[in-house]
């Protein structure tokens, strides 16, 4: 079953950005964390690289390349309770 997935909040540091979505009616969230990787042979600076983490009841589950693949994942996760 398709979880509704709400936008529910952004967190910006120096280091990068992490966006927190949550899944309706159920323990489980998404955050998208983008972070500044600093280039490679002393090159001045940094390139981003954004990962998204699953999360249940808070707790990191899976780590997944685009957000499609991390809704996937938790959508298996929720239907195999």
Do not use: C, F
Request: charged share 25%; proline share 4%.
């Amino acid at each position: 079953m398709a979880i509704t997935w709400i936008k529910h909040g952004k967190r910006t540091s120096p280091e990068g950005t992490t966006i927190i979505y949550y899944g309706l009616a159920t323990d489980l969230s998404i955050e998208s964390r983008k972070r500044h990787i600093p280039h490679a042979n002393g090159k001045p600076g940094t390139w981003d690289l954004t990962t998204y983490w699953v999360l249940w009841n808070g707790k990191e589950i899976a780590q997944k390349y685009s957000l499609k693949d991390a809704k996937e994942y938790a959508e298996e996760v929720n239907d195999g309770k």
